[in-house]
């Protein structure tokens, strides 16, 4: 992984050293990332920082697989509309610190909060997307990082802040679930060391390992049996699947819930790539995956306004979903080329 620069931290620091209060904001839908890097900065912004009032928000609920977190609960939805005034010096007062975002759009509120992000309130935006266009005062982004949160440890670093034991369960949490507990391929010797070293500041690794992947719920068995059954092979060489807001209701599964299933459906041997289509307030969100490195799916995500990584990305778009059911007819004689002959006697 790059070497986070040293300006980024310093400036980072003076942005915080001005502040009265920081709202720590992640991206709609939260994963393990996602939430493990808003936690993680929000509790070292306490720790070195003492006279900031620290908030956290998301648009979205914590998913019920990250409540074992420290301070799982305590996670907003968006946060008041900031008031804007002539004098600017009042703007500093407030610093936002958007995590695992890679666009401003993520946050789903661009829209409610435009004032965010038209260059009236300093940003401090750490991500690891490739396709992030810097949209922060101050902007950490370093692509090649397997997650946000891993690049936070090096921030904490850099500007030599204390790190606990909840701290350490946070980031270990994003750590492990965007590299799908270290099994992906973006598991690099770097990894392994930002592992070792969250251990060593009393990362709780096996209940991240319980919570995350040795624990799921009825409803969410039921959701992932539902897309493996649906799963079909495409001529392109893609494993896609579907699930609808009726399976959800059918299932009584939250969205958040399907979280996990992409990994099975990329499990299809010989694949170029999986895909899992759902649906959700009036929109189609896809999620991509591919083992291959001559597949880029951030370049099929790109087409439908999406991006992510090379391997793992996703997009959304208006609309629904509908099946659709294609027959191939057979004739009689293709069909009895086709047959396995008979041995004689039989």
């Not at 994963?31 to 912004?45: E, H, T, V």
């Not at 260059?119 to 750490?126: D, E, L, N, S």
């Not at 999620?287 to 597949?295: A, C, E, G, I």
Request: hydrophobic content about 40%; overall charge negative; some cysteine.
């Amino acid at each position: 992984m790059s070497p986070l620069a040293q300006s980024d931290a310093l400036a980072t620091q003076d942005l915080l050293s001005r502040a009265h209060r920081a709202h720590c904001i992640c991206h709609r839908n939260p994963d393990g990332d996602a939430i493990g890097s808003l936690l993680g900065i929000g509790f070292l912004l306490e720790s070195a920082h003492p006279h900031l009032t620290v908030s956290y928000h998301c648009k979205d609920p914590v998913p019920e697989t990250f409540h074992f977190l420290p301070g799982a609960f305590r996670v907003q939805g968006p946060p008041p509309v900031p008031r804007v005034d002539a004098d600017e010096r009042t703007h500093a007062e407030d610093v936002y610190i958007i995590v695992d975002c890679a666009e401003s759009k993520l946050t789903e509120m661009d829209e409610t909060h435009p004032q965010l992000f038209d260059g009236t309130f300093p940003i401090v935006c750490i991500d690891h997307h490739p396709m992030n266009p810097g949209f922060g005062t101050v902007n950490i982004i370093l692509p090649d990082a397997a997650s946000t949160c891993e690049i936070i440890v090096q921030l904490a670093d850099a500007l030599q802040w204390t790190m606990d034991s909840d701290i350490a369960t946070c980031l270990l949490t994003g750590v492990y679930t965007d590299t799908g507990g270290l099994l992906h391929s973006n598991t690099t010797a770097q990894v392994y060391r930002t592992v070792a070293r969250l251990l060593r500041e009393g990362a709780r690794r096996q209940e991240i390992v319980t919570a995350v992947f040795r624990t799921a719920k009825l409803s969410t068995l039921q959701l992932w049996g539902r897309v493996l059954e649906k799963i079909v092979i495409t001529e392109e060489g893609g494993a896609i699947s579907a699930v609808t807001e009726g399976d959800f209701r059918a299932t009584g599964a939250a969205y958040s819930e399907l979280t996990g299933a992409i990994d099975y459906v990329n499990a299809v041997p010989g694949m170029r790539f999986s895909l899992i289509l759902s649906e959700k307030e009036g929109k189609v969100k896809g999620s991509l995956r591919t083992l291959r490195d001559d597949v880029d799916v951030s370049q099929m995500a790109g087409r439908l306004s999406g991006g992510g990584h090379k391997k793992a990305a996703g997009f959304a778009v208006a609309g629904k979903l509908k099946p659709e059911v294609r027959w191939k007819v057979i004739e009689a004689e293709e069909d009895q080329r086709d047959a396995v002959p008979k041995e004689n006697g039989a």
